[in-house]
C-alpha cells in the first residue's frame, strides 16, 4: 500500500464527506486511454438518457430516474408536474397520518405499516428502512414473497399492536405481480377474519390504470400515488414507491433526495478522473476484464447498511446480467454480487476471500462516525468504533497482501443525504459500466421466462388435482392423462401431499411413489 497511490487514486468530495479509494484495485495505467472511445460514449449515453433520449425498444418507455430528484431536468412540463405533483401529496398524505387526519377506520392513528411489495417495490424501501429508519414514526414490516408462512409470522407480529392500526402498503409498478397480489389477498383475508375493512387501511403505489390500480379504486383503498413508466423497479427507491414509506417513517426525504441530487451533480462532470461513478465503473471493468470475470462482495463497515449488498444485488445484476449487447451479439454479461457486513464477515466467509479462490473484488464501505454520543473505552483508552475502523483496515490490508482488489467508499455517517449519495453512485455507476461494456442496463428480458414456466407450472399443478382419485396413481399415469411432464407432475404431487390434499405411499424409485385421496 502506498501513501501515494492512495493520494493519486483518490476521488472525493469533501464538502458531502465522500471519498472513493481505488488504489488497491491495481487498475492498469493503459486501461483508460485504451477505454477512451467507450468512455466518452458512456457520457454521451449519459446525456440522452438525462435528456429523455434513451427508450427502451421493447417496452416503448423512456428511462428517467434521474428526474426524480431533479425534476428541472424533465423533458417536459407533464413529466415535472408527474414528479412535483405526487412528492407533494405523498409528503400531505403522510402528514395527515402523523396527526390523524387519516386515522383508522376503527379510531386512533396508524401506528405501523404493512408493506407488500418484492423486487424493486421491496429492496429499495428496506435498505432505506434498515439504513436510516430507526426512530421511524410508524414501524416498517413487509411481505416480500408468496410464502404463507412467513405471511402468517409477519400478520402474528403486527397483531400485537392489531391489524386495526396498520396501514397496509401494497406496492407494484406494474400492478400485475402474482407475489405482490397473493400477499395482498392474504392481508385482505386476515383483515376480513377480523372483522375489518381491508379498503379502508390500504395505500396502493402503481402504474396508474394497472389492475392493482383499478382493484383499489374499486375497494375503495384510502389514497392511491401513481408510480411513472420511465421508472424502472430497481431505480425506483427515489420515486413514490421508497418515499411513500419512507415519509409514513417520518424519514427526510428532501435531504435523500438532495444527497441523490448532490452525487448527480458530481458524476455528471465529464472529467473522468473526478467522477466518482465513472472510476468505479472503469474499475469494475478492469476487475472483471469488462466481463464479469469477477465477483463484487460489499462488506459496509456498519450493521445499519447491511441490506445495501443486497440492494446492489437487483441493481447491478439485474442491469447488468445481459444476454445480448446492444448490437445482438451473445455476450452472457454481468457481474455478481453478494456481502453482508463487516466485521461479522470476518468470522463468516472471509477466510475463503483471503486465502481461497480469487474470484471476487470487494467494495469496503467505511462510516467514519462511530456513533452519536459517548463511547465506553473497551480496551484502555479504544471504543468499540476504534475495532469497527481497525477491522475495516486490517482486512483491507490482509486481502492485499494476499493479492485480492478491494477498494473503499468512505462516508462521515449514515444519514439520509448520504444514503442518497450512495444510491445515485451506483445507479450512474451502473449506467456507465453498461455503455463501457455495450449492454442495455434498462430492460430485464430474463426475468420473464421463469414466470412464465411458474404459471404453466401452476396449470399443470390445477390439472393434477382433477385427476386425483379414490384409487392409487404413479405420476407417470397421472402424466400420461393430462399429457405433461411426469416429473413436474411428480412435483405436483409431492405439494398437494405436504398440503394435505393427496396421501403418499412411496415406492423404490419417484416412479413407483402412488398417490391417492
Ligand atoms: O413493481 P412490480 O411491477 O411489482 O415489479 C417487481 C419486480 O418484478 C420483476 O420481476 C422485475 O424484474 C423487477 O425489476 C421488479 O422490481
Known amino acids: 500500500m502506498s501513501w501515494q497511490s492512495y493520494n493519486q487514486s483518490l476521488v472525493r468530495y469533501p464538502q458531502h464527506g465522500f471519498s472513493l479509494d481505488l488504489s488497491l484495485m491495481d487498475i492498469a ?46 423533458p417536459n412540463e407533464e413529466v415535472r408536474r408527474s414528479i412535483t405533483e405526487p412528492l407533494e401529496n405523498l409528503k400531505r398524505f403522510a402528514e395527515k397520518v402523523h396527526t390523524g387526519a387519516v386515522s383508522s377506520p376503527t379510531g386512533g392513528n396508524f401506528q405501523q405499516v404493512l408493506l407488500i411489495g418484492i423486487g424493486g417495490s421491496a429492496l429499495g424501501p428496506q435498505l432505506v428502512t434498515e439504513a436510516i429508519g430507526q426512530n421511524a414514526r410508524l414501524a416498517l414490516h413487509f411481505f416480500d414473497n408468496t410464502d404463507p408462512a412467513g405471511m402468517d409470522t409477519v400478520i402474528a407480529r403486527l397483531s400485537h399492536t392489531g391489524l386495526d392500526k396498520t396501514l397496509v402498503l401494497v406496492i407494484s409498478k406494474s400492478g400485475g405481480t402474482a407475489e405482490t397480489r397473493n400477499g395482498m389477498l392474504e392481508a385482505k383475508a386476515a383483515y376480513e377474519a377480523a372483522g375489518l375493512d381491508f379498503g379502508r387501511h390500504a395505500v396502493a403505489v402503481t402504474g396508474t390504470g394497472s389492475k392493482l390500480d383499478q382493484y383499489a379504486a374499486q375497494q375503495n383503498f384510502i389514497a392511491r400515488f401513481p408510480m411513472e413508466d420511465w421508472v424502472g423497479g430497481r431505480t425506483s427507491v427515489l420515486s413514490t414507491v421508497g418515499l411513500v414509506p419512507a415519509a409514513l417513517q417520518g424519514l427526510d426525504i428532501d435531504a435523500l433526495l438532495a444527497g441523490a441530487a448532490a452525487m448527480d451533480v458530481e458524476t455528471r ?31 459496509p463497515y456498519k450493521d445499519s447498511l447491511v441490506l445495501f449488498s443486497k440492494y446492489l444485488q437487483q441493481l447491478v445484476m439485474e442491469s447488468l446480467g445481459k444476454e445480448l449487447d446492444l448490437d445482438g451479439n451473445p455476450v452472457n454479461q454481468g457481474i455478481a454480487v453478494y456481502g453482508n457486513k463487516g466485521s461479522t464477515d470476518q468470522h463468516a466467509y472471509v477466510q475463503q476471500l483471503r486465502d481461497g479462490v480469487n474470484n471476487f473484488f470487494a467494495t469496503f464501505i467505511e462510516v467514519r462516525k462511530g456513533r452519536s454520543g459517548n463511547s465506553i473505552e473497551v480496551d484502555p483508552g479504544t471504543t468499540t468504533a476504534d475495532y469497527l475502523q481497525g477491522f475495516l483496515r486490517g482486512t483491507r490490508k490482509a486481502l492485499h497482501e494476499s493479492g485480492r482488489k478491494s477498494l473503499t467508499i468512505s462516508i462521515p455517517e449514515v444519514t439520509p443525504f448520504q444514503l442518497g449519495l450512495l444510491i445515485a453512485l451506483f445507479e450512474r455507476t451502473v449506467s456507465f459500466y453498461a455503455s463501457l461494456v455495450n449492454i442495455n442496463a434498462y430492460h430485464q428480458p430474463g426475468v420473464e421466462a421463469g414466470k412464465k414456466a411458474a404459471g404453466a407450472f401452476i396449470d399443470t399443478l390445477n390439472k393434477v388435482r382433477g385427476h386425483i382419485t379414490s384409487w392409487a396413481k404413479t405420476a407417470g399415469e397421472i402424466a400420461t392423462e393430462i399429457d405433461a411432464d411426469p416429473e413436474d407432475v411428480y412435483h405436483c404431487l409431492t405439494h398437494l401431499s405436504a398440503n394435505g390434499e393427496v396421501q403418499i405411499s412411496i415406492g423404490a424409485t419417484p416412479a413407483d411413489d402412488s398417490f391417492q385421496i
Open 29 to 74: 495505467p493503459g486501461l483508460v486511454a485504451s477505454l477512451q472511445p467507450k468512455i466518452d460514449k458512456a457520457f454521451t449515453d449519459m446525456a440522452a438518457l438525462e435528456a429523455g433520449q434513451i427508450v427502451n425498444p421493447d417496452e416503448g418507455r423512456m428511462v428517467g430516474h434521474y428526474w426524480l430528484r431533479n425534476a428541472a431536468l424533465a
Open 269 to 299: 462532470k465529464t472529467e473522468a478522473a473526478k467522477n466518482a461513478s465513472m472510476q468505479l465503473a472503469i474499475a469494475w471493468y478492469s476487475a472483471t476484464n469488462g466481463k464479469g470475470e469477477k465477483d463484487m462482495v460489499v462488506l
